[in-house]
């Protein structure tokens, strides 16, 4: 049998599976919706059995073209990236499934064309270890995203997706001026070479780069002031799109800034000033979130607070606040999912995006309204799920050193959770204790979306109730980053396949 | 007035870094690192005379792709934006034509920019060119066609499988490198051949002419959806 | 160095004409000039002085008188992701006049805070 663990597999066989469909779609319409289930299926079965790889070897190598790197494209996965492959493909089966009853509108088969490419962009991201690539790899997400965020039609999707566009096609291209400003200064584009190269550079030359990289990552990530377009577009987009896009899109983008400045910039140090803008997206997300009548748009707020909260976590500069970072990042990924899909539910047997008009369907939605409940509650950091013992990693790691600033980080934190928690409540509220309004008939959701949620929701449940192997993965995962020469060493000297 | 000279101010802190940072590199400096590797063994290693192709399909073949699929998804979502309900049951108005010269023209002239544009992509490893600029030059004349006679249409599902079956060829020969071959997606396992020859450097002419026909078919694809923006009455909107 | 200023400026100028102008087919354009600057300066980058064509067409050519073949790669997978950004964006262009019925992007404010 084919050696399976190979991260190349990872966006090879979603291809295929991409190309499959606008074969099959002229011809056996009915099998179209299929084909991504059995993609992602596959997807995370690979992902899975590289985990033991993972775990043996610390870096997993793939090459390209049968030559080394730095002299082709090599795709690299540490555990970081592992930690999130598996999170993409997970949410791209269980989403899969979500899907095959959702759309009911056409064209579906460009729509399944589409989906299954902006999960395969977003592995892409993740795995690769060239820097042209991740600008490659950042245009198919994007351009899928563009296209998916339309796919209604209707005024409010055009013009969130036009915003969207010209956002992201700025952010795009300055990344790319970025990676051209890194060739012309160290004549190659393999992430372990440039970081090598690199180190002959002082901080003050190595800054123009990193700011151009920073800011078109940041555009796609949800970073204060350059999420504009995203309390628009993720609304906009079909509720297992936006699931998708608010679960793993703006941490793709995070983990591509991540592994810039770490890795190949090294500039482990420097992070520091970063914590500024990981407050400000936190304070603006949170604080927006809590007046919004439209839940899709909340849940979108709520999408900048928590990436702004990751991202502070990480800048603190310490290997604790990077393992509480990729806590929450596995934690809000997964809530978030869950939320978005039980929300697509709702609105598909309500019919309408205002939380007024939810009132008392939670009696009649039982499943709906539970699995909301745990999502929620992991999200806002209640014991004793999942997301309390995040949230606590990342207090535990701000207080290392305590004086005025770490407190204050800490209030702000703290501060930020009980609006968060404010505004779950208040739908919570709103769908299980209120009267139902009159002559408002609504049953649960179809079974299939359910059974996605519901896997999702197992996952959740097993994950807070057995949160110390993930604890463990995340710290070593957090210590391998921070130590940047476990990634180096493994790419130059092919320590891989 | 104020944002056109807050823009001002700020475009100019930009370019003098950037002319700052670019002082150190200056133009027609060799900065080659991998360039000279990829110069020096590009004939032993692929056996294409031009040494661009053999970065674009082999040594970063990876990376087209990316391409490939990011015109893909540009098709598929061009195609969604302007779908309209009831597509098969679209009939295009019957336009007045343009003259006689453009209509007869256009049919004398398009065998030859189909040529033409096969020439290019067939011959993507000997001298400049490839399948994508063989694709856009046979998308043209498709747009040419469609310019002289607004009221035909290409057969939209015939154009599907032929994207989907060029992109598997691609894929496909991918994962069988990776498979049977060497282990490594996108290995070169074809014999490498007599340098300048059109039967050299494996499977690179291979995919050049499915990437040919991709783009030619997704760019045909993108031209007839706005044409029928443009012209289609008929169906319900 | 005149090729990267030249880069540089086409590049503000289509960063000017997103941010300032108001009329949606001038946004357009200044998406273009944007990949278009773009574009340049990654060619520009590769540039070998007394350099020629990477392709080793005639007998007599070394492969040290060529100039860098990596930049020149790069910058058809650039050409061909800016050309389909914009295909997307004259789509959207053309959707949002006929949801609207005008092209000023002042007008087009549906979606509020």
Same mark, same amino acid.
């Given at each position: 049998?084919?050696?399976?663990?190979?991260?190349?597999?990872?966006?090879?066989?979603?291809?295929?599976?991409?190309?499959?469909?606008?074969?099959?779609?002229?011809?056996?319409?009915?099998?179209?919706?299929?084909?991504?289930?059995? *993609? +992602?299926?596959?997807?995370?079965?690979? $992902?899975?059995? =590289?985990?033991?790889?993972?775990?043996? #070897? &610390?870096? !997993?190598? %793939?090459?390209?073209?049968?030559?080394?790197?730095?002299?082709?494209?090599?795709?690299?996965?540490?555990?970081?990236?592992?930690?999130?492959?598996?999170?993409?493909?997970?949410?791209?089966?269980?989403?899969?499934?979500?899907?095959?009853?959702?759309?009911?509108?056409?064209?579906?088969?460009?729509?399944?064309?589409?989906?299954?490419?902006?999960?395969?962009?977003?592995?892409?991201?993740?795995?690769?270890?060239?820097?042209?690539?991740?600008?490659? *790899? +950042?245009?198919?997400?994007?351009?899928? $995203?563009?296209? =998916?965020?339309?796919?209604?039609?209707? #005024? &409010?999707? !055009?013009? %969130?997706?036009?915003?969207?566009?010209?956002?992201?096609?700025?952010?795009?291209?300055?990344?790319?001026?970025?990676?051209?400003?890194?060739?012309?200064?160290?004549?190659?584009?393999?992430?372990?070479?440039?970081?090598?190269?690199?180190?002959?550079?002082?901080?003050?030359?190595?800054?123009?780069?990193?700011?151009?990289?920073?800011?078109?990552?940041?555009?796609?990530?949800?970073?204060?002031?350059?999420?504009?377009?995203?309390?628009?577009?993720?609304?906009?987009?079909?509720?297992?799109?936006? $699931?998708?896009?608010?679960?793993?899109?703006?941490?793709?983008?995070?983990?591509?800034?991540?592994?810039?400045?770490?890795?190949?910039?090294?500039?482990?140090?420097?992070?520091?000033?970063?914590?500024?803008?990981?407050?400000?997206?936190?304070?603006?997300?949170?604080?927006?979130?809590?007046?919004?009548?439209?839940?899709?748009?909340?849940?979108?707020?709520?999408?900048?607070?928590?990436?702004?909260?990751?991202?502070?976590?990480?800048?603190?500069?310490?290997?604790?606040?990077?393992?509480?970072?990729?806590?929450?990042?596995?934690?809000?990924?997964?809530?978030?999912?869950?939320?978005?899909?039980?929300?697509?539910?709702?609105?598909?047997?309500?019919?309408?995006?205002?939380?007024?008009?939810?009132?008392?369907?939670?009696?009649?939605?039982?499943?709906?309204?539970?699995?909301?409940?745990?999502?929620?509650?992991?999200?806002?950091?209640?014991?004793?799920?999942?997301?309390?013992?995040?949230?606590?990693?990342?207090?535990?790691?701000?207080?290392?050193?305590?004086?005025?600033?770490?407190?204050?980080?800490?209030?702000?934190?703290?501060?930020?959770?009980?609006?968060?928690?404010?505004?779950?409540?208040?739908?919570?509220?709103?769908?299980?204790?209120?009267?139902?309004?009159?002559?408002?008939?609504?049953?649960?959701?179809?079974?299939?979306?359910?059974?996605?949620?519901?896997?999702?929701?197992?996952?959740?449940?097993?994950?807070?109730?057995?949160?110390?192997?993930?604890?463990?993965?995340?710290?070593?995962?957090?210590?391998?980053?921070?130590?940047?020469?476990?990634?180096?060493?493994?790419?130059?000297?092919?320590?891989?396949? | 007035?104020?944002?056109?000279?807050?823009?001002?101010?700020?475009?100019?802190?930009?370019?003098?870094?950037?002319?700052?940072?670019?002082?150190?590199?200056?133009?027609?400096?060799?900065?080659?690192?991998?360039?000279?590797?990829?110069?020096?063994?590009?004939?032993?290693?692929?056996?294409?005379?031009?040494?661009?192709?053999?970065?674009?399909?082999?040594?970063?073949?990876?990376?087209?792709?990316?391409?490939?699929?990011?015109?893909?998804?540009?098709?598929?979502?061009?195609?969604?934006?302007?779908?309209?309900?009831?597509?098969?049951?679209?009939?295009?108005?019957?336009?007045?034509?343009?003259?006689?010269?453009?209509?007869?023209?256009?049919?004398?002239?398009?065998?030859?920019?189909?040529?033409?544009?096969?020439?290019?992509?067939?011959?993507?490893?000997?001298?400049?060119?490839?399948?994508?600029?063989?694709?856009?030059?046979?998308?043209?004349?498709?747009?040419?066609?469609?310019?002289?006679?607004?009221?035909?249409?290409?057969?939209?599902?015939?154009?599907?499988?032929?994207?989907?079956?060029?992109?598997?060829?691609?894929?496909?020969?991918?994962?069988?490198?990776?498979?049977?071959?060497?282990?490594?997606?996108?290995?070169?396992?074809?014999?490498?051949?007599?340098?300048?020859?059109?039967?050299?450097?494996?499977?690179?002419?291979?995919?050049?002419?499915?990437?040919?026909?991709?783009?030619?078919?997704?760019?045909?694809?993108?031209?007839?959806?706005?044409?029928?923006?443009?012209?289609?009455?008929?169906?319900?909107? | 160095?005149?090729?990267?200023?030249?880069?540089?400026?086409?590049?503000?100028?289509?960063?000017?004409?997103?941010?300032?102008?108001?009329?949606?087919?001038?946004?357009?354009?200044?998406?273009?000039?944007?990949?278009?600057?773009?574009?340049?300066?990654?060619?520009?980058?590769?540039?070998?002085?007394?350099?020629?064509?990477?392709?080793?067409?005639?007998?007599?050519?070394?492969?040290?008188?060529?100039?860098?073949?990596?930049?020149?790669?790069?910058?058809?997978?650039?050409?061909?992701?800016?050309?389909?950004?914009?295909?997307?964006?004259?789509?959207?262009?053309?959707?949002?006049?006929?949801?609207?019925?005008?092209?000023?992007?002042?007008?087009?404010?549906?979606?509020?805070?």
């Amino acid at each position: 049998m084919v050696k399976l663990a190979n991260p190349i597999l990872l966006v090879g066989i979603p291809l295929f599976f991409a190309f499959l469909i606008a074969v099959l779609a002229p011809l056996y319409k009915k099998s179209v919706k299929y084909m991504p289930i059995i *993609a +992602f299926g596959l997807n995370l079965t690979v $992902a899975l059995s =590289l985990i033991p790889e993972v775990l043996k #070897k &610390g870096v !997993v190598i %793939a090459t390209t073209a049968g030559i080394k790197p730095p002299f082709a494209i090599n795709m690299a996965v540490d555990r970081l990236g592992l930690f999130l492959a598996i999170i993409a493909s997970l949410l791209g089966f269980v989403v899969s499934i979500y899907n095959t009853v959702y759309i009911k509108d056409e064209p579906a088969e460009k729509f399944y064309m589409l989906f299954t490419l902006l999960v395969t962009g977003l592995t892409w991201m993740i795995i690769t270890g060239d820097m042209f690539n991740l600008f490659v *790899a +950042f245009e198919v997400t994007s351009i899928s $995203a563009f296209g =998916l965020v339309g796919f209604h039609r209707d #005024k &409010g999707a !055009v013009e %969130a997706g036009f915003k969207y566009l010209v956002l992201g096609s700025i952010g795009a291209s300055l990344l790319l001026i970025g990676v051209i400003m890194l060739y012309a200064a160290t004549g190659t584009l393999n992430m372990a070479d440039i970081a090598q190269k690199l180190l002959k550079f002082s901080f003050r030359q190595k800054l123009l780069p990193y700011v151009f990289i920073f800011t078109g990552l940041g555009i796609e990530g949800a970073l204060f002031p350059l999420n504009a377009w995203l309390p628009d577009a993720h609304p906009a987009a079909p509720s297992s799109v936006s $699931a998708i896009l608010s679960g793993i899109m703006t941490t793709a983008a995070i983990y591509g800034i991540i592994r810039t400045t770490v890795t190949v910039f090294n500039y482990y140090q420097v992070v520091i000033f970063l914590i500024l803008f990981g407050l400000l997206t936190l304070i603006f997300g949170e604080t927006a979130a809590f007046f919004q009548k439209d839940i899709k748009r909340m849940l979108a707020y709520s999408t900048i607070g928590q990436t702004g909260l990751f991202f502070y976590a990480f800048s603190l500069g310490s290997v604790n606040g990077m393992k509480g970072a990729f806590m929450q990042m596995m934690n809000h990924s997964i809530a978030k999912a869950m939320l978005f899909l039980l929300v697509g539910g709702i609105i598909l047997r309500v019919g309408t995006r205002n939380i007024d008009d939810f009132a008392g369907i939670g009696r009649k939605m039982k499943i709906t309204a539970f699995f909301f409940a745990i999502a929620a509650f992991s999200l806002m950091g209640l014991p004793p799920f999942f997301g309390f013992w995040s949230k606590l990693q990342i207090i535990f790691a701000t207080l290392k050193g305590v004086n005025f600033y770490t407190v204050s980080f800490v209030i702000i934190v703290l501060f930020m959770s009980v609006i968060e928690g404010a505004y779950f409540f208040r739908v919570l509220q709103v769908m299980l204790f209120k009267e139902p309004k009159e002559g408002v008939e609504v049953k649960e959701a179809p079974g299939w979306m359910l059974t996605a949620v519901i896997i999702l929701g197992i996952i959740l449940i097993v994950m807070s109730v057995y949160p110390q192997p993930i604890m463990n993965y995340a710290g070593k995962a957090a210590s391998d980053l921070v130590s940047r020469n476990v990634y180096i060493n493994a790419v130059l000297h092919l320590g891989g396949l | 007035m104020i944002r056109k000279i807050t823009y001002a101010i700020f475009l100019g802190i930009i370019i003098t870094a950037l002319v700052l940072f670019f002082a150190a590199f200056p133009f027609g400096k060799n900065k080659m690192a991998v360039g000279n590797y990829y110069l020096k063994n590009d004939i032993k290693q692929t056996g294409a005379a031009n040494v661009v192709t053999a970065v674009t399909l082999d040594y970063r073949g990876f990376d087209t792709l990316g391409e490939v699929s990011v015109l893909f998804a540009a098709a598929a979502g061009v195609a969604i934006l302007f779908y309209v309900l009831g597509e098969d049951k679209k009939k295009r108005e019957k336009q007045v034509y343009p003259n006689f010269i453009v209509r007869v023209g256009s049919r004398i002239i398009f065998p030859f920019i189909l040529l033409f544009g096969s020439y290019i992509f067939i011959h993507g490893h000997l001298t400049p060119g490839g399948g994508f600029q063989g694709g856009a030059i046979i998308a043209s004349g498709f747009l040419l066609l469609y310019l002289a006679y607004p009221g035909e249409s290409v057969n939209r599902k015939r154009l599907s499988v032929v994207e989907g079956l060029a992109g598997l060829t691609f894929v496909g020969l991918g994962l069988w490198g990776l498979f049977t071959q060497g282990n490594s997606f996108l290995f070169n396992f074809l014999p490498k051949g007599q340098l300048n020859m059109i039967f050299s450097a494996g499977i690179l002419p291979i995919i050049y002419i499915a990437i040919g026909f991709k783009v030619a078919s997704e760019f045909a694809g993108i031209v007839d959806d706005m044409m029928c923006e443009a012209v289609c009455r008929g169906g319900e909107k | 160095m005149i090729y990267y200023v030249g880069a540089f400026l086409l590049i503000g100028i289509g960063l000017y004409a997103i941010i300032i102008k108001k009329n949606l087919i001038k946004i357009l354009i200044g998406l273009d000039l944007i990949a278009s600057g773009t574009n340049l300066l990654i060619v520009s980058i590769g540039y070998v002085n007394g350099g020629t064509a990477p392709i080793f067409s005639r007998a007599g050519i070394t492969a040290k008188m060529m100039v860098d073949p990596v930049p020149q790669a790069l910058t058809l997978t650039a050409i061909v992701i800016g050309a389909s950004e914009l295909a997307l964006a004259a789509a959207f262009v053309v959707l949002l006049y006929r949801h609207y019925g005008t092209l000023d992007i002042k007008k087009i404010r549906s979606l509020k805070w």
